[in-house]
């Protein structure tokens, strides 16, 4: 009966024990007891290796759709043969066509709709790592027989490795502001929480060279001018910024 009567009071003894919940790290010895969160960004200059140049070829004729596409097609094979020359595809350079249109167009008079005349344009995209003689692609274009530059657009093909390396530089940092913050605390970092990365480019310089290249252009159009010289292009820098969002538990 002892026995038994012993085994009793160990087993209430047991049941009345409140339920506890062991701590994250506490097998380690280590109780957490918050975190701190810190932000750090990282940014640096780049010169832009890559450029991507819309030409518009625009034909017209009053009687004729095919006679406006025949054109077309002329001022287009002259621009293709000049431009194959010009480009490096072991580079990773190429040319494409897009946006080509064939249409009628017409005017209002009076309410009344009047065909006025038949219209083809195309566009052709150059793609190329040869920055040093795009005024020259530009001017040459221009003399072969197309409309206009629609657009240029600079940019940068090792945007990763770029990338790879601030997002290094702001991961570090931010880990040291968060050591910094703790030992002002009488604390010290134990691990990581949570972390957050982005990285972008600010293509600034690129609306420059446009409107340099719009002014030029300008030129060449207006035939009163004296030729126009090649025009100025200027790609400017792009911008990289790494961002690192990060929380450290600490104790």
Do not use: W
Not at 109 to 127: A, C, D, L, P
Not at 226 to 235: F, K, L, Q, R, V
């Amino acid at each position: 009966m002892k026995k038994i009567l012993t085994a009793s009071v160990i087993s209430a003894v047991l049941l009345s024990m409140p339920a506890m919940t062991l701590p994250a790290g506490a097998l380690n010895n280590e109780i957490e007891k918050g975190y701190v969160s810190v932000s750090y960004t990282a940014e640096k200059e780049v010169s832009p290796d890559t450029a991507e140049i819309s030409i518009a070829i625009r034909t017209e004729d009053n009687k004729s759709l095919n006679e406006a596409s025949a054109k077309n097609k002329e001022i287009s094979d002259k621009i293709y043969a000049y431009l194959k020359s010009y480009i490096t595809p072991a580079d990773g350079d190429y040319i494409k066509t897009s946006n080509y249109s064939a249409r009628p167009t017409y005017r209002y008079v009076n309410g009344k709709r009047i065909f006025s005349k038949y219209e083809v344009s195309n566009n052709i995209t150059v793609h190329t790592k040869t920055l040093d003689k795009l005024p020259t692609l530009i001017d040459k274009s221009i003399s072969l027989g197309a409309t206009n530059v629609d657009s240029l657009n600079f940019s940068l093909s090792e945007k990763d490795s770029q990338c790879a390396e601030l997002l290094t530089e702001a991961t570090q940092k931010a880990k040291n502001r968060a050591n910094v913050v703790a030992s002002a605390i009488g604390s010290s970092v134990t691990g990581i929480k949570g972390i957050d990365a982005s990285c972008s480019l600010n293509r600034y310089g690129v609306s420059y060279a446009r409107n340099s290249l719009m002014k030029s252009m300008g030129a060449m159009a207006d035939e009163a001018a004296a030729p126009a010289a090649e025009p100025t292009i200027e790609p400017g820098v792009i911008k990289v910024y790494s961002s690192v969002n990060a929380s450290f538990y600490v104790k």
